[in-house]
C-alpha cells in the first residue's frame, strides 16, 4: 500500500510563505511516471486541484494561486513540493498530494494533508 505522507503546514499571516512537502513510498521509477498534484480543502468546501507538475516537469496552476504558488519534485526524494507566496487567508485549507498515471485518474489513497491557516 502506497502511502502519502504531506508535512510543512502551520500559522502564518497573510502576505507570508510556506514550503509544503510530500513524500510518496513508491519505488523512484514509478514516482518518475507519476503526474503529482497538490489539493487542498477548506472546510464546507469540495477538494480543489491547487497545482500539477508532470512526469515531463511541465506545471499547471490554479488561477487562485497562479505567480503565488510554485510546485517542484525531485524523483530521487520521492517528493513533492509547494512553495507558497503572498498567502491569503482563502489559502487556509488542508493541503493534500496525489499521483496520477498518464492524465488518468488521482488515484492514491488520501494521506492525512497538512494544515495552512492564514490569519492575522
Known amino acids: 500500500q502506497v502511502q502519502v505522507v504531506e508535512s510543512g503546514g502551520g500559522l502564518v499571516h497573510p502576505g507570508g510563505s510556506l514550503s509544503l512537502s510530500c513524500v510518496v513510498s513508491?519505488?523512484?521509477?514509478?514516482?518518475?511516471?507519476?503526474?503529482m498534484g497538490w489539493f487542498r480543502q477548506a472546510p464546507g468546501k469540495e477538494r480543489e486541484l491547487v497545482a500539477t507538475?508532470?512526469?515531463?516537469?511541465?506545471?499547471d496552476y490554479a488561477d487562485s494561486v497562479k505567480g503565488r504558488f510554485t510546485i517542484s519534485r525531485v524523483n530521487t526524494e520521492r517528493t513533492v513540493y509547494l512553495q507558497m507566496g503572498s498567502l491569503k487567508p482563502e489559502d487556509t485549507a488542508a493541503y493534500y498530494c496525489?499521483?496520477?498515471?498518464?492524465?488518468?485518474?488521482?488515484?492514491?489513497?488520501w494521506g492525512q494533508g497538512t494544515q495552512v491557516t492564514v490569519s492575522a
Open positions: 496525489n499521483a496520477r498515471l498518464g492524465g488518468g485518474s488521482w488515484y492514491l489513497n
Open positions: 507538475i508532470g512526469s515531463g516537469w511541465l506545471t
Open positions: 513508491m519505488s523512484e521509477t514509478t514516482f518518475m511516471w507519476n503526474d
